[in-house]
């Protein structure tokens, strides 16, 4: 369990537990589908469970990071791209579904952004980053973009927003 999954620890009871799985719900017109689970073997066993008439697929946030202290994300680079690739062939094999993959995303050297990247038919086609709402052991090991404009899962009027991005949203709507 990494610090992240520390903190929120008293959210990982019997009930919520309960909830881990495929869940698909109506947004509209369009139908999304959720993969909750608490690490990453669990969520690579779920995305069999995946139906090519889903049309959008979502994860939870920095999924492709769990079981990996905090500090060490940078050093697990390489582990976490082999998890994006299973995700990509996972994609490849439903061409008619976008993926929603929460990750950490590494440009250069410099320290990685708490990501969300779209893949669609094995390719990723865009991502958008965490901007608000990060803990002082986010900053120490994301980098954040607080500026960044809101994104839209393609081809829908659907918002994607990360975890606190989600209550600052909210804050500002009211």
Not at 66 to 87: K, N
Not at 93 to 122: C, D, I, Q, W
């Amino acid at each position: 369990m990494n610090f992240f999954e520390q903190h929120f620890s008293s959210l990982f009871t019997e009930s919520y537990k309960n909830f881990y799985g495929v869940h698909r719900w109506k947004a509209g017109d369009t139908t999304i589908t959720a993969v909750s689970s608490p690490g990453w073997s669990i969520f690579a066993e779920d995305l069999k469970k995946l139906s090519s008439r889903d049309a959008f697929v979502v994860s939870p946030e920095l999924i492709t990071a769990t079981e990996i202290e905090t500090e060490d994300v940078m050093p697990a680079r390489e582990l976490i791209g082999e998890r994006v690739d299973e995700v990509k062939h996972v994609s490849a094999r439903m061409p008619g579904t976008t993926f929603l993959l929460g990750t950490p995303v590494f440009t250069g050297e410099a320290k990685p952004t708490n990501s969300m990247v779209y893949l669609k038919a094995g390719e990723i086609i865009g991502r958008t980053n965490k901007r608000s709402g990060v803990a002082d052991w986010e900053k120490k090991q994301f980098t954040f973009v607080p500026e960044e404009p809101p994104s839209l899962l393609p081809g829908s009027d659907i918002g994607v927003l990360i975890c606190a991005d989600i209550s600052t949203a909210t804050l500002y709507l009211r």
